[in-house]
Structures are given as structure tokens and as C-alpha cells.
């Protein structure tokens, strides 16, 4: 007696089809004896117990026998407890107790209880992207899971609570038909939802300065460094940066769903991502946790941001090589994470705003407070954020302390919808731009080295400037491309068409502080 299940895998952020076979022996044991073959980890290998408790439970009493289990492809390994559903489902099947022979229509995924209820799994969204591209019609699934996989269009979503509920659901299928209405979700209106941020920038109290780099930086979705004294609103302007970023697209929501749908994080009430990642990571945080890994490697904080923001506080309380690693991930936007058994790319294309203290005692350059602080313990402290990783990071902005005046100020300061507007504006210039030429980008900070000579070209005097800048502060080719997608940003700000000396002096100045600190 032979039964066959579809069911699918997650690896990296896509999955794989799995055909799950059980074959019975047809003799009679003195105890039912499962065998599973097809590479399982310890927690497939355990769903024999969770598998035959939850058929008692259900009702569904089996003569022991000797059942052989098979994941095939047999070479690739296969983990977690999503298995526990179809293979439930293909020892009734080959016993007898589904009406439905051909099960191939279906694709089952979910962990059972011992009760025989059903409990959500991770990565649901990948494997309804499978089904779809596989012509599977019909997804079952616990029903936590099912908003989550509905996101999906030309997939039938059927959510269960229960083992007896899957019988039932498949035993009333006549001639291909499922005699039950899928669940369905309505996409457009959990994107275009109003998003109610809780802080906003009108809290902020002076630093016009650094609310003006932030808006360049959001703008072009640029990298961005705030030093400056403890108590000087680094962090709290940082939290408000989410707050003026442009919406996510269908597109954008998917593809960050997915990834937080892998590594488990995704509010199943919720379904999609619908607003921009905000993650803040501790700087205890190992380099395998910022970057990904695992023997069957799993997102990391700068996949989980993508999309979105990634925010550093006391960027150099991290450890060296846990900054080290970001390098690649902000140059190419992937993380490409090799083990013995499979090399796996996890996309990365986040913001990052980082912020640190001038000094260990952090009162380096303060007017109001004296810095202990030797020159060698200050190069010491700078010197844990190297040259390379600070290249990368096209905005330096040093946020001095707020004056008594501004903190105690009644002037009403300009709130995040206004400061949106403006970036949102500037975004819809840049995406018009690129979609004319064709480009597959979206914002200024993804421009390579050709759309950088096609859309920031410079006038004579532009020129000098910007040689004069390259010259004296000794900047890299790469500050040299930097400025220039910082200058267009700021040209897209206020709607200019080319480049001006203005706003090349605003980019440059962004690159300045950098010399006085790691000079």
C-alpha cells in the first residue's frame, strides 16, 4: 500500500517541493514501527510520536505495521515539524481513509499536536509562492498561517485547526472540487492603510541640522552617521527616521514578508509587512546574528532590515568583526552565506543609520562639558569603526547638544507628514527617472558607476569645487561617487533638474567631520 503527499521545504528564503511517500508493509507487527528515510533532522525524525498520538486522538486507530517513510529528493536535507501534516495524511491515505485518491492537487504543510490540532509553521509565504509556480491550486495549512500565504494570488488557501478538520476538508472533494470557499485577504487595503507612527519629529527640539540630513538621507535612502555628545537626541532622531520613509510597495511588502516569515518573526495576525523594517540590534549581537548563519543558515538582522532601516547605537561598542562583515551586504545590497551542504543568498538592501560618541567619556568637542579624554584613548575609541566601513556611509552629521533656548523653545517644531511629503516627492522624481531609462533601481543610493555619469553630470564650477574637495580631504573614489548621489538627492529635494554648486557644497559637507575625527 503506497500513498503520496506534496509538501515543500524552505531554504534560504524560496522552497522546494517535497513529494512525501509512505509505503505500509501490509503484515501485522506486534508495534507499528516508522522508518524515515530522505535526510531528516531530529525534529522530522520525531514526528512519528507527534504523527501516531495525533491519529489516536483524532479517532483514526492504525493496525501496527511497518511503515516506510520517504522525502525525496533524498539529498536534501529536511528539518522542522512542517512534515508531521502530510505525513499524517499519507498513512490515512494508504490505509484507506481518504475517499480522494489522487492527492496531487493539494500541497500540505503544519506541525501536529498530540491532540491532533494543527500549529503554524515557519516560511508560509515561500511555499504558497511555490505552489503558484508549480500550478498547485490548493495550500493547506494551520489556520495561523493562512493570512500570511493568502497574500498570494491564484492559490486556493484552505486553513485547518485540526487533523479530522483535513479529512473532512478532503473527503468532501468531489470531482477535483473543494466543496469550501478559500480564505481570501484584500492586499491593497493592508498597504494602504494610514500608518500612525507613535514618535514623531516634531518632538525634536532644534537640531535642524541633523533633521535636514536625515531628510536628505531618506530621501535617496542614503547611510548615515550622527556623532555627538550623550543626551543630544542621536537616538531619538534615529527613531524617528522610519517615520518620513516613502511606503512599501507590493512588491517591496512581499519580498521583506518572506524573509521575516522564514526566520519566524512575522505577526501571523498581521499577513504582510506593510510597514518599512525598523531593526535595532544590541551591540552585544554576534556576527552570525547581524549577518545570518546556521547549519541550515537563517536570516540575519541585515536581511530582516531589508527594505527598511537598520539603526547601530553605539556603533563602536560593537565588536570589530561584527562591523567588518557589513561591508559586502552595504556594497552589494545580498549576503551570500556558504556552508558544507548548501551556499544560500539572503537579499540585503537596508538603510543604515549608526550613532556614536565623539569619545569614550563623550564630551569630545562639547562646549558645555569637559572631555577627559587623552588623544590616544580617542583615536583608540574612533579607530574601532574603521576606514573602509566609513566610506560606505555616505552622511556624516555631527549632532551637538541642544541649547537651553531650543529645548525650552514654544515654537511648534515641523512634524514627520510635512518632512514626508518633501521625501516622498523627491522618491517619485527618482522612480519616474529610472523607469524612463529603464533602470531596475529605485533610489538614488542604488545607483552604480553608469547611471552615476548619466544622471549627476556637473558644470565647470561644480567641477573645480568637487576637485578642490577630492583633493584637500584626500577623499576615496568611492566618496567621490557618494557625493555625487548625495548631491543628486539634494537636487531632487527641491526639484531641480541638474546639478547646482549648491547642492554639490551640501554633499561635500556631509563627508567633511569624518577628517576631524579619523584624520
Not at 507613535?198 to 535612502?221: I, M, N, P
Not at 514578508?257 to 518573526?265: E, F, L, P, R
Not at 527641491?494 to 554633499?507: D, I, N
Request: charged content about 20%.
Amino acid at each position: 500500500m503506497l500513498a503520496k503527499v506534496l509538501s515543500a521545504a524552505v531554504y534560504g528564503i524560496d522552497a522546494n517541493l517535497i513529494d512525501v511517500e509512505v509505503d505500509l508493509s501490509g503484515t501485522i507487527a506486534e508495534e507499528d514501527r516508522f522508518h524515515t528515510v530522505g535526510l531528516p533532522d531530529a525534529a522530522v525524525r520525531e514526528s512519528r510520536d507527534r504523527v501516531r498520538a495525533a491519529m489516536k486522538n483524532s479517532g483514526y486507530l492504525i493496525p501496527p505495521t511497518h511503515i516506510t517513510i520517504n522525502l525525496a529528493p533524498a539529498d536534501i536535507k529536511k528539518e522542522g515539524a512542517g512534515f508531521d501534516l502530510p505525513i499524517a495524511i499519507a498513512i490515512l491515505s494508504a490505509y484507506g481513509a481518504l475517499h480522494l485518491k489522487d492527492l496531487s492537487p493539494f500541497l500540505l504543510v503544519g506541525e501536529l499536536g498530540l491532540d491532533g490540532s494543527l500549529r503554524p509553521v515557519p516560511g508560509v509565504l515561500s511555499i504558497a509562492v511555490l505552489a503558484r509556480a508549480r500550478g498547485i491550486a490548493n495550500l493547506i495549512l494551520p489556520a495561523v498561517n493562512a493570512a500570511e500565504a493568502a497574500v498570494v494570488e491564484g492559490v486556493n488557501v484552505y486553513p485547518v485547526a485540526t487533523l479530522a478538520e483535513v479529512i473532512e476538508l478532503l473527503n468532501s472533494t468531489l470531482m477535483g472540487e473543494v466543496q469550501r470557499q478559500p480564505f481570501r485577504v484584500a492586499t491593497d487595503e493592508l498597504l494602504n492603510e494610514l500608518h500612525h507612527y507613535a514618535a514623531d519629529f516634531s518632538d525634536v527640539r532644534g537640531q535642524q541640522t541633523a533633521k535636514r540630513a536625515l531628510e536628505v538621507a531618506a530621501a535617496g535612502g542614503h547611510n548615515i552617521l550622527m556623532i555627538g555628545p550623550p543626551g543630544s537626541g542621536k537616538t531619538m532622531l534615529a527613531k524617528r527616521l522610519p517615520s518620513i520613509l516613502t511606503p512599501l510597495t507590493f512588491d517591496e511588502a512581499l519580498e521583506t514578508t518572506k524573509i521575516h516569515s522564514v526566520a519566524g518573526v512575522l505577526d501571523a495576525a498581521q499577513g504582510l509587512v506593510a510597514q518599512r523594517p525598523f531593526r535595532a540590534p544590541h551591540h552585544t549581537i554576534s556576527d552570525a546574528g547581524l549577518i545570518g548563519g546556521g547549519a541550515v543558515p537563517r536570516p540575519g538582522e541585515v536581511s530582516l532590515a531589508h527594505n527598511g532601516l537598520l539603526f547601530l547605537d553605539e556603533l563602536p561598542e560593537f565588536p570589530r568583526n561584527v562591523l567588518e562583515v557589513m561591508r559586502q551586504p552595504l556594497e552589494d545590497h545580498t549576503v551570500t552565506i556558504a556552508r558544507a551542504s548548501m551556499s544560500l543568498t539572503f537579499p540585503a538592501r537596508f538603510m543604515l543609520a549608526a550613532a556614536m560618541n565623539p569619545c569614550p567619556c563623550g564630551y569630545f568637542n562639547d562646549k558645555s562639558r569637559e572631555c577627559n579624554c587623552t588623544p590616544p584613548m580617542i583615536q583608540r575609541y574612533v579607530a574601532k569603526v574603521s576606514g573602509p566601513l566609513l566610506d560606505r556611509i555616505d552622511i556624516h552629521i555631527e549632532v551637538p547638544a541642544v541649547q537651553y533656548k531650543e529645548l525650552r523653545g514654544g515654537a511648534a517644531a515641523e512634524g514627520s507628514a510635512q518632512i514626508r511629503d518633501r521625501v516622498m516627492r523627491a522618491r517619485e522624481r527618482q522612480r519616474e527617472r529610472f523607469q524612463e531609462a529603464g533602470e531596475r533601481i529605485f533610489a538614488n543610493a542604488q545607483m552604480g558607476t553608469r547611471q552615476i555619469r548619466a544622471y549627476c553630470e556637473l558644470g565647470a564650477d561644480a567641477e573645480r569645487l568637487l576637485e578642490r574637495a577630492m583633493q584637500q580631504q584626500g577623499l576615496s573614489a568611492r566618496a567621490h561617487d557618494r557625493i555625487l548621489k548625495v548631491a543628486r538627492t539634494i537636487a531632487d529635494l527641491e526639484g531641480a533638474a541638474g546639478l547646482a554648486v549648491s547642492h554639490l557644497a551640501e554633499a561635500i559637507q556631509y563627508r567633511t567631520l569624518d577628517r576631524s575625527y579619523w584624520a
